[in-house]
């Protein structure tokens, strides 16, 4: 099976439809899958659900479905650095499902390992829990959290090999293996493309039967959030 395509707008033909559900791998701006995203945007494919830990920046990042209205609900556990994301949600434009930054990485990684639910004691007795099942063990009570199945993932990783193999730079791993493990169907944007065989089997991040399709693009913007300089 070749998982190789030529440009993330290839990757994508055929695969994105109106009113589907994506996981996007990334934390704030690092190891975000940025061409894919530019290649999600240019698809027109509106009422999209969007699972990631946060909505990018205005301008780039998943910031720019926002902009062309592609969005219809996010379920993040961060957005606090998107003008935009505020704008349409005060304005009851946007729906948003808030998740625990953790609780949102299990619900991914459950998803992916065929788990349907799980119990939490994160979010009792708050807002995260109504109309949520609850049930105590041990004498602790726990709310009932389901797992986030997507139709496809859209993830960043350093290198992959032709196999589909992934491993990422350092805190660029955040929540790409576990996006990618949730969809149907995962499209990995990779710096290094390497022959299967060359990386060694001990530092993969992810093994290849999580991954349907792989992009090179080895020019990566990779902006920075915040640059903090001494005077």
Not at 108 to 135: C, H, M, V
Not at 220 to 225: D, S
Request: proline share 3%.
């Amino acid at each position: 099976m070749n998982k190789i395509y030529p440009n993330a707008k290839q990757a994508l033909d055929g695969l994105v439809e109106d009113g589907m559900t994506l996981a996007v791998g990334g934390f704030g701006l690092c190891g975000i899958p940025e061409a894919l995203i530019e290649a999600l945007r240019d698809t027109g494919r509106k009422d999209l659900t969007v699972i990631s830990n946060n909505a990018g920046v205005d301008g780039f990042g998943l910031g720019l479905l926002l902009e062309t209205r592609q969005v219809r609900k996010m379920i993040s556990s961060y957005v606090g650095e998107n003008k935009e994301f505020e704008r349409q949600y005060l304005a009851g434009e946007l729906e948003l499902e808030f998740t625990p930054q953790g609780t949102l990485a299990e619900k991914l990684r459950a998803a992916g390992s065929g788990i349907p639910a799980f119990y939490t004691r994160t979010g009792y007795g708050t807002l995260i829990a109504e109309g949520k099942e609850t049930r105590q063990f041990n004498g602790e009570w726990y709310v009932m959290e389901e797992s986030l199945p997507t139709d496809v993932s859209l993830i960043k990783a350093y290198k992959a090999d032709k196999a589909g193999n992934l491993v990422f730079n350092k805190t660029a791993r955040n929540f790409n293996p576990l996006a990618a493990m949730a969809g149907k169907v995962c499209v990995v944007e990779v710096d290094h493309l390497v022959e299967t065989g060359e990386l060694d089997a001990d530092q993969i991040h992810l093994p290849g039967i999580y991954v349907q399709r792989i992009i090179h693009n080895p020019n990566a913007e990779k902006r920075i959030e915040k640059r903090t300089v001494r005077s």
